[in-house]
């Protein structure tokens, strides 16, 4: 497959090919994280320690982001006692969190992901479901699948 | 194609499934059916102002100042959490877009395998591992999702909503993982406010029948006969709440679970999310993480709306490639600086949308803006396969 080299020469030479989706992992509880799982659909696309990699930094900063602690009760009783008023001037340390998130996802997909012909969507778009990972295709090609109707078998539990 | 496609920008809220209604362009959500909610705000500001207006005078002069200044502190307290829970997102799951239940159903068909015609198939169930406890997810047919555990659907409401724990009619909302809180000291402060409404009634009728006389004092203070009626009333039903919501948090669960009785009795599984000791549970619900809301009910999107057949027209851009949004800077995410200004009306609110605009600008700004993604079958009625099964799954 083509490399391309960024973002904008993906969306403007490239099709969307298909999907694909990374679960939540329950393991632990509700906290948030996912799983780390390879789906098969990226073998051909990308190595597996990246994609591991970028996983797991995502599940590191949501378990910073929702972990309770000092900080957390220190936060909570704060903010009970000016009746969560103090958030019209103060960020939530969950938000600071997402911003970091967004940060790391845009960079992996400049540096990562779109030389790849692939794109991170930041699981907040997606109500902290899902990692949904684009595939893209060169236009130009015959492309290897013709939409999402090829995917079978995929992602077994 | 004779017709005049005209996109028009829209904020999300606007064209978000389910049975909300918003008010203040986006920044209050609140369930469709509000009548006793405002029945409750009566009787709150009522009993209050009647407290103010006879009892305090008389109080301030004879005991203490302190005590009408302690009662609007604690009336302040209560309307700042009834408005918290009754204004802000329960926790509510957006839909799964068409790729994503597209994606879910092929793999739930893997997983069934072939059914032999005639059959029906197997119920849509995941089974997950928590803390060494099996759980079962259940799929959400109007959602289209398999609902994450602790999570339920709101019939009232027509959302998920995450560690669902009752729909609220008093405060107008569904009760749910980003609001139970709120809820929860909305009603401890209410119970504390209901007591000292009517303690401070009692000394004041007592200390002023020693100088005129008990028929005299009701004559002078007709208030405190309403007051007394109405707290006594409540203070049954708030604090006996108070009280059942104080066990749930002490054993990590919700009012559902309770209902439902998922986690008591032999045969079943044991509740995977306590952590087996009172003050963990209590401090994780009252003291764990503000979690953001995942509904990003301000911002923009585009909107594609037919106008009069005049001359022929190419179709909008919207219907274009569908480049997943984060691609996409420039027309849907330019927040207007209004979103900036701090309302009067939900403090909290405002802020996840001020995040997530700033959480959006780093993004590359190009051009072309995604297909507004409405799920086609967002509403049961339009599959009524789906709507019957899932009146049978809820």
Same mark, same amino acid.
């Given at each position: 497959p083509r490399s391309f080299h960024n973002l904008q020469e993906l969306r403007h030479s490239a099709s969307l090919a298909n999907k694909v989706f990374i679960q939540r992992d329950y393991s632990e509880g509700t906290t948030c994280k996912f799983q780390t799982k390879f789906p098969s659909e990226l073998e051909s696309r990308i190595e597996r320690t990246l994609f591991e990699d970028t996983v797991k930094t995502l599940n590191s900063y949501y378990a910073e982001a929702e972990k309770i602690g000092g900080q957390s009760y220190l936060e909570g009783c704060l903010a009970c006692a000016t009746a969560y008023l103090i958030f019209l001037c103060m960020e939530t340390r969950y938000e600071k969190v997402l911003k970091k998130i967004a940060k790391y996802i845009q960079e992996q997909n400049e540096k990562i992901y779109a030389p790849r012909g692939l794109l991170i969507t930041d699981p907040i778009e997606r109500g902290m479901r899902v990692i949904e990972i684009s595939i893209y295709e060169d236009r130009g090609s015959s492309g290897s699948s013709s939409g999402s109707s090829s995917v079978s078998g995929s992602t077994a539990r | 194609m004779s017709a005049v496609m005209i996109t028009r920008k829209v904020r999300k809220w606007e064209k978000l499934p389910g049975k909300n209604t918003f008010c203040c362009d986006g920044r209050v959500m609140m369930a469709r059916q509000k009548g006793v909610f405002y029945l409750t705000l009566f009787l709150i500001i009522g009993t209050c102002s009647l407290f103010f207006a006879f009892e305090c005078p008389y109080l301030a002069v004879h005991?203490?100042?302190?005590i009408p200044v302690f009662a609007i502190l604690l009336f302040f307290f209560v309307m700042a959490m009834l408005l918290r829970t009754s204004f802000s997102d329960p926790g509510v799951l957006p839909r799964a877009l068409p790729e994503e239940a597209t994606f879910i159903e092929m793999e739930i068909e893997a997983a069934n395998g072939n059914v032999p015609a005639g059959q029906r198939p197997p119920p849509r169930i995941r089974n997950v591992q928590i803390n060494n406890q099996i759980v079962k997810l259940k799929y959400c047919y109007t959602c289209k999702i398999f609902r994450p555990p602790r999570a339920s659907h709101c019939s009232i409401c027509d959302n998920c909503v995450d560690r669902f724990d009752h729909h609220c009619p008093w405060v107008g909302n569904c009760v749910g993982k980003r609001n139970y809180r709120y809820f929860y000291l909305f009603t401890l402060s209410l119970s504390l406010l209901t007591i000292y409404i009517f303690t401070f009634n009692i000394v004041h009728v007592v200390m002023r029948s020693v100088d005129n006389g008990f028929l005299n004092t009701l004559k002078e203070t007709p208030g405190t006969v309403l007051e007394v009626l109405v707290c006594f009333f409540t203070l049954w039903s708030v604090v006996g709440l108070t009280g059942f919501h104080t066990y749930l948090i002490s054993l990590n669960q919700t009012t559902n679970e309770d209902i439902k009785g998922s986690w008591s009795g032999k045969n079943r599984v044991q509740n995977p999310y306590s952590h087996k000791n009172i003050i963990k549970n209590c401090c994780e619900v009252l003291c764990g993480p503000i979690y953001p809301s995942v *509904?990003?009910?301000?911002g923009l999107m585009q909107e594609d709306s037919p106008v009069s057949a005049t001359s022929a027209a190419p179709s909008?851009?919207?219907?274009s490639n569908p480049v997943?949004?984060?691609?996409?800077?420039?027309l849907c995410l330019q927040k207007t600086t209004a979103a900036l200004i701090p309302n009067e009306h939900t403090p909290e609110d405002a802020k996840p949308s001020v995040a997530a605009s700033a959480e959006k600008s780093p993004s590359p700004k190009d051009g072309d803006p995604p297909a507004p993604?409405?799920?086609? *079958?967002?509403?049961?009625e339009t599959d009524v396969e789906t709507s019957i099964v899932k009146d049978k799954t809820h």
């Amino acid at each position: 497959p083509r490399s391309f080299h960024n973002l904008q020469e993906l969306r403007h030479s490239a099709s969307l090919a298909n999907k694909v989706f990374i679960q939540r992992d329950y393991s632990e509880g509700t906290t948030c994280k996912f799983q780390t799982k390879f789906p098969s659909e990226l073998e051909s696309r990308i190595e597996r320690t990246l994609f591991e990699d970028t996983v797991k930094t995502l599940n590191s900063y949501y378990a910073e982001a929702e972990k309770i602690g000092g900080q957390s009760y220190l936060e909570g009783c704060l903010a009970c006692a000016t009746a969560y008023l103090i958030f019209l001037c103060m960020e939530t340390r969950y938000e600071k969190v997402l911003k970091k998130i967004a940060k790391y996802i845009q960079e992996q997909n400049e540096k990562i992901y779109a030389p790849r012909g692939l794109l991170i969507t930041d699981p907040i778009e997606r109500g902290m479901r899902v990692i949904e990972i684009s595939i893209y295709e060169d236009r130009g090609s015959s492309g290897s699948s013709s939409g999402s109707s090829s995917v079978s078998g995929s992602t077994a539990r | 194609m004779s017709a005049v496609m005209i996109t028009r920008k829209v904020r999300k809220w606007e064209k978000l499934p389910g049975k909300n209604t918003f008010c203040c362009d986006g920044r209050v959500m609140m369930a469709r059916q509000k009548g006793v909610f405002y029945l409750t705000l009566f009787l709150i500001i009522g009993t209050c102002s009647l407290f103010f207006a006879f009892e305090c005078p008389y109080l301030a002069v004879h005991l203490s100042p302190a005590i009408p200044v302690f009662a609007i502190l604690l009336f302040f307290f209560v309307m700042a959490m009834l408005l918290r829970t009754s204004f802000s997102d329960p926790g509510v799951l957006p839909r799964a877009l068409p790729e994503e239940a597209t994606f879910i159903e092929m793999e739930i068909e893997a997983a069934n395998g072939n059914v032999p015609a005639g059959q029906r198939p197997p119920p849509r169930i995941r089974n997950v591992q928590i803390n060494n406890q099996i759980v079962k997810l259940k799929y959400c047919y109007t959602c289209k999702i398999f609902r994450p555990p602790r999570a339920s659907h709101c019939s009232i409401c027509d959302n998920c909503v995450d560690r669902f724990d009752h729909h609220c009619p008093w405060v107008g909302n569904c009760v749910g993982k980003r609001n139970y809180r709120y809820f929860y000291l909305f009603t401890l402060s209410l119970s504390l406010l209901t007591i000292y409404i009517f303690t401070f009634n009692i000394v004041h009728v007592v200390m002023r029948s020693v100088d005129n006389g008990f028929l005299n004092t009701l004559k002078e203070t007709p208030g405190t006969v309403l007051e007394v009626l109405v707290c006594f009333f409540t203070l049954w039903s708030v604090v006996g709440l108070t009280g059942f919501h104080t066990y749930l948090i002490s054993l990590n669960q919700t009012t559902n679970e309770d209902i439902k009785g998922s986690w008591s009795g032999k045969n079943r599984v044991q509740n995977p999310y306590s952590h087996k000791n009172i003050i963990k549970n209590c401090c994780e619900v009252l003291c764990g993480p503000i979690y953001p809301s995942v *509904l990003d009910r301000r911002g923009l999107m585009q909107e594609d709306s037919p106008v009069s057949a005049t001359s022929a027209a190419p179709s909008s851009s919207s219907i274009s490639n569908p480049v997943p949004q984060t691609m996409h800077a420039v027309l849907c995410l330019q927040k207007t600086t209004a979103a900036l200004i701090p309302n009067e009306h939900t403090p909290e609110d405002a802020k996840p949308s001020v995040a997530a605009s700033a959480e959006k600008s780093p993004s590359p700004k190009d051009g072309d803006p995604p297909a507004p993604k409405v799920p086609p *079958l967002a509403s049961p009625e339009t599959d009524v396969e789906t709507s019957i099964v899932k009146d049978k799954t809820h």
